[in-house]
């Protein structure tokens, strides 16, 4: 029994599960090769109901709420962590757009995303650093009825298979610092835009790579917030992705030991099952408790944001526990899978993939500053 989902929740996980084995985990290990993320499985996704179900349904969503997204993404995870990129990116930035843009322009958008006909990435990563998201250096320069972009984003997911970006420039001074940085939507196909591809450890079939601008043109109606105001606003919607992250990476840990606990019960060791040893079976015992209290945690965050009630704190600890303790747990797994798991095969590709998670969307540093303002208040934690 779980204190944050009721049996529709429930049943909702159960329908996903089953089209996430049956459909995205043969995949896992070939998109993991050929770094090709499927357009078709995104519409039968999207088809299904399984992409930002708790987007209002005048946007094309179900109005599901948050909690119903969390349990689609964490069985999507389960089969493979890359393709539940498509949910992550579609939660996050659809709460961006349907909160802070233009109707007549993010509308149709947001319904090409839930439809899974369209993939959003978000732009704020620079070559300078991307921990100080504030100190942006990518400029936005009014002209006319336009915005002019030049300079250059890195590290972004889904870089080069993006169909329009949310994109952080700076449009005030650089002393400004968060107060000068504008949000804007812009569509990949815009004269002036072009990417490359990294050839990253893992996350592969999503993929990560660097946009470049050079005198891109966007509409002034594509602006999403208030000009200069565009990093405050929007920031706000990164404690729902943080909650999500963390449910996608305790989903791989949490196959790892399912697999891992199977494995040990049937190998034998000098006469017995390796379960039998302490040394085994403790260490999983350890992981598998933590695993279902971080997975409590990022639930918790989830049903606080769909009551309306602040959750930056429990947010902020679900993005620097839970891919820790992912990455603890399938290495763990792996080792108890002794040559089997160093082999290339699932194992080591969950280990590739989770890593990724605490470089990426918040170091642990500044998930730990967030929660100490929050307790102590902003002032006594001065950035």
Known sequence: MNPYLDEDLVSLADHA?????????????QRDRTRVLERQLMREMGEMGFI?????????????GCLAAGVIHEEIAR?????????LLASLNSQILSHHGRPE????WLRKLV???????IALTEPRGGSDAGNLRLKVERSGDHYVINGEKTSISAADQADITVVFGRTGTVESAAHGVTALLVPMDLPGVTTNRFDCHGQRAIGRGSIFFENVRVPL??????????????????DFSRAL?????????????EETWSHVAERQA???????FQGVSHPLADFDTQVEAARLLCLQALWLKDKGAPHSAEAAMCKWWAPKLAYDVVHQCLLMHGHGGYDRGPMEQRLRDVLGFQIGDGTAQIMKTIIARTRAGRHAVPA
């Open 245 to 257: 992250i963390g449910l996608q990476v305790l989903a791989v840990a949490r196959v790892a030991l």
């Open 115 to 121: 439809a899974g006909e369209a993939l959003c990435a």
């Open 52 to 64: 930002a179900p708790e987007l209002p349904e005048r946007f094309g969503g179900q109005g599901l």
């Open 221 to 238: 109606d594509h602006r999403l917030g208030e000009e200069n105001k565009g990093f405050v606003q929007v920031m706000q919607g990164f």
């Open 105 to 108: 322009v993010v509308a149709p």
């Open 17 to 29: 599960r089953r089209f996430a084995t049956d459909r995205i985990a043969p995949g896992f290990q």
């Open 270 to 276: 000098f006469g017995r099952p390796l379960s039998a």
């Open 79 to 87: 089969a493979d962590l890359s393709i539940s990129y498509i949910n």
